[in-house]
């Protein structure tokens, strides 16, 4: 990388003193004594590193007065590069959650599909009965949950001295995207195994469940309830 050079005054001080000029600010680099060293000193002074800014030796003398290149330290003049690191790290984990969420939903959308528009179909009853989904999105929480885990998530989780989950905890909790995720996927294995339930007795009894197992999908306690109701309007002699 091409360095930026600038040029600055130099002067020393009856107190022996080094001083510099810069933009019409004299500024006291360091004090030192004067001597005949020749090599990175000047009259004795060494030059000091000052915040920002690497100084270099080079020196020249022209017409009674010196002159210092002033190398800028592109490091720390740029803070940005100092949370580089971190701004990587989240941007991959919420890459991770965003990619989670959208996988787990279209993932579960087939099985509802099927119940609702082919509840009939011996392909729906296979699919249905399969275990697979709950295996996959069983893992993929498992994932999200490791990834979100931290320190301090027993405690928010449990924050009263009764070890009781309290409302502002889990809110604080669920204010990171990952752990945001890990719910949501945790409730999408949940409602779709309650739909199979709802689905497969409106089979066992006869009994229509398209808008039950609908309900389920979104509204999964509205969904239970109305295939209770639907039961109970629908009820055949024999049936339990």
Not at 66 to 78: C, E, F, G, Y
Request: aromatic share 10%.
């Amino acid at each position: 990388m091409a360095s930026i050079y600038s040029q600055i005054s130099l002067k020393v001080g009856r107190s022996r003193q080094l001083y510099c000029t810069h933009n019409g600010i004299e500024r006291r680099v360091i004090s030192g004594g004067i001597g005949g060293s020749s090599n990175t000193e000047l009259f004795g002074t060494k030059v000091v590193e000052t915040i920002g800014t690497k100084l270099s030796n080079k020196w020249s003398f022209a017409g009674g007065s010196s002159r210092v290149v002033v190398i800028p330290d592109a490091a720390k003049l740029n803070p940005q590069r100092k949370c580089c690191g971190v701004s990587a790290s989240w941007y991959a984990g919420s890459q991770i959650a965003s990619s989670a969420f959208t996988l787990g939903t279209v993932a579960v959308l087939p099985f509802y599909t099927l119940m609702v528009l082919a509840p009939k179909a011996e392909l729906t009853k296979k699919s249905v009965e399969s275990g697979i989904p709950y295996v996959v999105l069983g893992l993929l929480y498992g994932y999200l949950l490791y990834l979100s885990w931290t320190p301090d998530t027993i405690r928010m989780m449990f924050a009263s001295k009764y070890w009781l989950p309290e409302l502002p905890g889990i809110a604080k909790m669920f204010s990171n995207e990952m752990t945001l995720a890990s719910a949501w996927i945790h409730l999408l294995a949940v409602d779709l195994f309650a739909a199979r339930q709802v689905f497969l007795e409106g089979l066992e009894l006869e009994v229509e469940t398209r808008h039950s197992v609908s309900l389920c999908l979104l509204f999964c306690p509205i969904g239970i309830i109305v295939h209770v109701i639907t039961k109970l309007l629908t009820k055949r002699p024999g049936n339990a």
